[in-house]
């Protein structure tokens, strides 16, 4: 038996509400199209061997989310494993086993939201594989031979995919008018960057207990995903250009609001579809509010006393039959 | 002259599961320093919750006082290091690439200066007859190596009291004897949780049978082995 | 890992998985489609989630601790009840004396409260789900509705050594706490911060290769035992008629509360 506390929700997993409807429709559809291509790439590449493989490794990073180290008397600091998981396995099962355990964890601890899930699937499992594997694959081949290339590699893959992960994530929110990119640019940032941190020195460690041990599951895998190195690529440079930019507009959620432009069009469209209807009582919100809270009062004590009522006659009943 | 108060003392320790289900029920047990002691019982009786209560991994109701310190948070760093448990299974105590900085996992964390950490883990490896395996990478060790660092792991931290979780379970009979020769050896009060009986007779003078979270005898480890209907009734054979 | 899961034998545990998956999700949108200020929604919304946890007698108390979750990342929200068009400073007399000049927008306060509202709401929601169904169950759902073979093997797998590989990392844990200790005298316990993540980290590299070692164990076992590739499919069995009309109901509350929420919000 397991006796201990699910993780605690950590700072990228956005809950629902978070992110507009529509934000969160795009990139569930970006996150299935990359998902799908992950499956028949990683079948392609592990065999038969994967969904072991990718099963029990995702097992790994679930649990190994829950090795923490104190930094600063209450607060700890965890691994995400992006980067480890594509260091070891390679982009596309590492997506795979990302997006699992992003999964679950919205699904059974609701660590981040359902809707939201598309989202968060993008930054954790796409972009924060996509970016270790360039980082890492680019400054190994830089650092080719040096005895502390792995251990400076994967710190900067880690922090890599922990810091760029989170620029995303705050375009995600602010783009949903739910918070000023001024704002939420640079406090994800400068957050992240020092949870970064963490995630670099953990991975390093990490990689080093690996090297000392199996050296040879540490070799560059023979052929490299040309595609993630230049989608990858891309998105990490497509972030670094639009989060200064935005944090630095004047007034940020007056650039939201352009952006929310076309979207609010779409759905005041919408709304033109029902008729400009004013049923007596429910144009005036106040009366409104009450006749909803008496509703719903109602409905919740009736359910109540229904199930009690059902309760009685039931231990009625059995107690009769003893 | 010392008083001859108990090193470890557990009164009235009781602990339920988070799901309710009771895993001890009003242990009393003392430890008197210099004894070696054997904790038996069938798998589910609750020997490893117990160990687990006795450096504060877990917290029950009742009182533990270690060397006459009430286990509490405010103690549990004195008391880690008084109290050295030894688990089971060495993989999940060795995390580091080469032994030395395994053994030399306490005492860092204690903050002693870096001379007084060498010197506490060129001891404990001599303790344990590993002195020449500093510099080696525990994780290519055979299981019985590995037993012995993580006992250095332990022995660096000077503690009181020695504190096994099933010894021998898993390692080959030359290992295994090796290993009861070391325990024999070490001059540290020990509770030993075991199911290897044969270990019981040769180690340890006293046994105490646990048997669904509670004490079911405690006595001498001659009558208690001997005694066939009682091993019978607790599960033993 | 805890299973959120409850077990019970409510009307709401006996629902076929798609129908409550479905239900879910079309509960979130209509919830999150609903514009700001709608209070009258939301308290309909909040009194069918509520409604829902008696139903599935998992509780109100359980759904309501639960749903705290979301706490943190309203704090990324807080600066709406700052800015925003109409954002006045507040005259209260303490901030007068203070020389401080808060501005507050009343619209940005609406907004947030909408969106606090609307996500914890959501919450609970997911809770529901989580709770009232087995995870093997959801799975088969999530399968039967669209998720792929492999995907679905793969979650599976994971789910079955989670609480094996998680034990693990319990124990790890455990033998780390037993190990810090502090000593008598003027020493600082702790080592150095960089000291501390080393450690984590071997101990990250050890897990992350016992599990690639135990994964392939795995693979023998899952060879002796006739795997060759290709996942079982679960039989499609077609979802009955009166969890059908559960659906039909359920789609049609939710989309007439979203009417009403377009007309109550602004």
Redesign the interface.
């Known amino acids: 038996m397991l006796l201990s506390p699910a993780p605690a929700p950590q700072p990228m997993h956005i809950p629902d509400g978070f992110v507009s409807v529509s934000i969160s429709i795009i990139f569930w559809i970006i996150s299935i199209l990359i998902v799908a291509v992950a499956l028949r790439r990683a079948r392609r590449q592990l065999g038969e061997r994967d969904v072991p493989l990718m099963g029990v490794l995702a097992a790994a990073i679930f649990a190994g989310q829950m090795l923490n180290f104190t930094v600063l008397g209450g607060t700890s600091g965890h691994l995400l494993g992006a980067a480890i998981a594509t260091i070891l396995l390679g982009p596309w099962p590492a997506i795979l086993v990302m997006t699992s355990v992003v999964s679950v964890q919205a699904l059974l601890f609701q660590d981040g939201g359902l809707l939201a899930l598309g989202a968060n699937i993008f930054n954790m499992a796409i972009i924060g594989v996509s970016v270790s594997y360039v980082v890492f694959t680019g400054l190994r081949r830089v650092l080719n031979g040096r005895a502390w290339g792995l251990g400076v590699s994967g710190f900067l893959a880690a922090w890599a995919s922990i810091f760029v992960a989170s620029l995303a994530c705050a375009l995600q929110i602010a783009l949903s008018g739910v918070s000023p990119a001024n704002v939420a640019v640079p406090a994800m940032a400068s957050i992240h960057a020092l949870i970064g941190i963490g995630e670099g020195l953990i991975t390093a460690a990490a990689l080093a207990f690996i090297y000392a041990a199996r050296r040879d599951l540490l070799q560059p895998a023979q052929g490299s995903s040309p595609g993630i190195l230049i989608g990858g690529g891309i998105i990490a440079l497509a972030l670094a250009v639009l989060s200064p930019l935005a944090s630095s507009h004047p007034d940020g959620l007056e650039w939201v609001a352009e952006q929310k432009g076309f979207l609010s069009q779409a759905r005041s469209a919408v709304y033109q579809i029902i008729p400009d209807y004013s049923l007596p009582g429910i144009s005036n919100a106040a009366l409104s509010t009450i006749l909803a809270g008496v509703i719903g009062v109602v409905v919740v004590f009736g359910i109540a006393y229904g199930i009690a009522r059902a309760d009685r006659r039931a231990a009625k009943e059995s107690s009769s039959e003893s | 002259m010392r008083s001859m108060q108990p090193l470890i003392e557990i009164q009235n320790l009781t602990y339920h599961y988070p799901d309710g289900k009771q895993a001890l029920n009003g242990i009393n047990l003392a430890v008197m320093p210099g004894e070696k002691i054997s904790l038996v019982g069938a798998n589910g009786a609750g020997k490893s919750t117990l160990l687990l209560h006795l450096n504060g991994v877990l917290t029950g109701e009742g009182g533990i006082k270690v060397d006459g310190l009430a286990l509490e948070k405010a103690n549990l760093g004195r008391i880690r290091a008084l109290v050295g448990l030894v688990f089971q299974n060495p993989d999940d105590q060795l995390f580091s690439s080469t032994v030395y900085e395994d053994v030399a996992y306490g005492p860092t964390y204690q903050g002693l200066p870096h001379s007084e950490v060498q010197q506490r883990v060129q001891a404990a490896l001599d303790a344990v007859h590993m002195d020449d395996y500093a510099s080696r990478n525990p994780y290519h060790l055979s299981g019985g190596e590995k037993k012995r660092i993580a006992i250095a792991t332990v022995l660096s931290m000077q503690p009181q009291v020695l504190i096994f979780d099933e010894p021998t379970a898993g390692l080959d009979p030359r290992a295994r004897r090796e290993l009861i020769a070391l325990l024999h050896e070490l001059p540290q009060t020990m509770l030993i949780a075991t199911h290897d009986l044969p270990l019981v007779e040769q180690l340890t003078p006293r046994t105490v049978i646990l048997n669904r979270g509670a004490v079911a005898a405690d006595g001498p480890t001659t009558r208690i082995l001997r005694d066939a209907r009682l091993l019978d009734e607790n599960g033993l054979c | ?4 899961y409850t077990h019970s034998s409510s009307p709401v545990h006996a629902l076929d998985a798609r129908v409550k998956v479905i239900l ?2 079309v509960f ?2 209509s919830l ?2 609903t514009p700001i200020s709608a ?3 939301y ?2 919304y ?2 069918l989630t ?2 829902v946890a ?2 599935a ?1 998992v509780g109100t108390g359980f759904v309501i601790k ?2 705290a ?2 706490l ?2 309203m704090l ?2 807080l ?2 009840v700052f ?2 068009a109409d954002a006045r400073p507040l005259a209260l007399p303490l901030l007068r004396e203070l020389g401080w000049s808060v501005p507050v927008s009343l619209q940005g306060l609406e907004r947030f409260a909408s ?2 509202l ?3 709401i ?2 609970q929601a ?2 529901l ?2 709770g009232t169904t087995r ?1 093997n169950d ?1 799975l088969t759902a999530l399968q039967q509705i669209g998720l ?1 073979h ?2 679905v ?32 005298g003027r ?5 150095s ?20 070692e ?3 164990r ?2 023998s076992a ?1 060879l002796s035992r006739g ?3 290709q ?1 079982p499919v679960e039989g499609l069995e077609p979802i009955s008629a009166a969890n059908r009309r559960i659906l039909l109901a359920g789609v049609a509350l939710l989309a007439a509360l979203w ?1 009403f929420g ?3 919000g602004r």
């Open positions: 890992m805890q299973e959120r879910t999700l979130l949108l999150n489609l209070w009258p929604a308290i309909l909040l009194s509520l409604s008696l139903l007698r639960r749903s979750l979301a943190p990342f990324a929200a600066p709406l800015t925003g969106i606090a609307r996500s914890w959501s919450v997911a809770i789900l989580a995870f959801l792929p492999l995907f093997a793969i979650i599976g797998l994971m789910w079955r050594y989670l609480s094996v590989i998680g034990e693990e990392v319990l124990r790890m844990l455990r033998a780390r706490a037993s190990r810090s200790a502090s000593a008598p020493y600082r316990a702790g080592g911060l960089a000291w501390r993540a080393r450690v984590t980290g071997g101990m990250a590299g050890s897990l992350f290769l016992r599990s690639l135990r994964s392939d795995v693979y899952m795997y060759n590739g996942q009417l377009l007309l109550t």
